[in-house]
């Protein structure tokens, strides 16, 4: 069996995640996917994970893991002999396979993997929305290294990488201080209608609906799926005003954000 473990806010991850999970099925119809939101599995008190294969992708934040994938690992137990690890990014991921393979250290897993995907870039905030042009290319990108990725897990590939990541491990850091603060500064515009897109697509939970409007809480992740994906464009953070055009992967709707 391949467990795939992902963390997804605009949809990039998961649709790796899931690109990979057909190409092994397809490759191996006896072989069992399942796909894992680590938002949701990180709330189990008790996080045991036993596969042939485990899989986990992830989008890179400020050149480290999302905050959430880092806690979930280092509180997992691994039953497996295998272990493959992919990061998507839309600028560089820099160091973030090298601080996700310290996580797994003392996991006491054989043989690993890492490796990285390209995807479009979403943080609005400080690139602003990406154009149709650079979207086709990168989603275009997105797929070839997927379904390298796919062969690399088939084929059981290995590869040893540096963890040696002083400028990425910092950066990663101010991150996650920044974290503490950041849902402090998301504002609503009046147009918003309570639909809750914006709450039932957060990947770990941390926007409530109240009084029929959303709620930021210290739970954030930071990975402003609720900013791209607002269908009203009713969510504002830093340089991202109001009706500021978002971005979710091409062949992903909201619904398969939800589930």
């Not at 963390?7 to 605009?10: D, H, L, R, Y």
């Not at 070839?144 to 540096?162: D, F, Q, V, W």
């Given at each position: 069996m391949t467990k795939i473990y992902y963390?997804?806010?605009?949809g990039n991850s998961l649709w790796s995640a899931?690109?990979?999970?057909?190409?092994?099925?397809?490759?191996?119809?006896?072989?069992?996917?399942?796909?894992?939101?680590?938002?949701?599995e990180a709330e189990k008190e008790e996080i045991i994970i036993e596969a042939e294969t485990v899989v986990f992708i992830f989008p890179s934040f400020a050149y480290g893991?999302?905050?959430?994938?880092?806690?979930?690992?280092?509180?997992?137990?691994?039953?497996?002999?295998?272990?493959?690890?992919?990061?998507?990014?839309g600028s560089s991921p820099l160091g973030t396979m090298g601080i996700f393979r310290r996580y797994l250290k003392k996991k006491k897993i054989d043989k690993m993997f890492f490796g990285n995907i390209p995807a479009v870039e979403n943080y609005l905030a400080m690139f602003g929305t990406p154009k149709a042009k650079t979207i086709e290319r990168w989603t275009e990108m997105q797929k070839?290294?997927?379904?390298?990725?796919?062969?690399?897990?088939?084929?059981?590939?290995?590869?040893?990488?540096?963890?040696?990541?002083?400028?990425?491990?910092f950066v990663s850091w101010l991150f996650s201080f920044g974290l503490k603060i950041f849902y402090k500064y998301y504002r609503l515009s009046s147009v918003c209608c309570g639909c809750a897109v914006c709450a039932n697509i957060c990947p770990v939970s941390a926007i409530e609906m109240k009084n029929g409007h959303p709620v930021f809480t210290s739970k954030c992740e930071h990975c402003q799926g609720c900013?791209?994906?607002?269908?009203?464009?009713?969510?504002?953070f830093a340089r991202v005003k109001f009706g500021t055009p978002g971005y979710c992967h091409p062949d992903i709707q909201i619904k398969d954000l939800t589930a």
């Open positions: 963390f997804s806010g605009t899931r690109k990979i999970a057909q190409i092994i099925n397809d490759f191996y119809p006896e072989q069992n996917c399942a796909l894992y939101n680590i938002g949701k893991p999302p905050a959430i994938v880092s806690r979930f690992v280092k509180k997992a137990e691994f039953k497996t002999d295998y272990l493959a690890a992919f990061t998507t990014y070839k290294a997927t379904e390298k990725a796919a062969h690399s897990i088939i084929g059981k590939k290995e590869n040893k990488i540096c963890t040696f990541t002083p400028f990425s491990s900013v791209n994906i607002c269908p009203l464009r009713a969510i504002q």
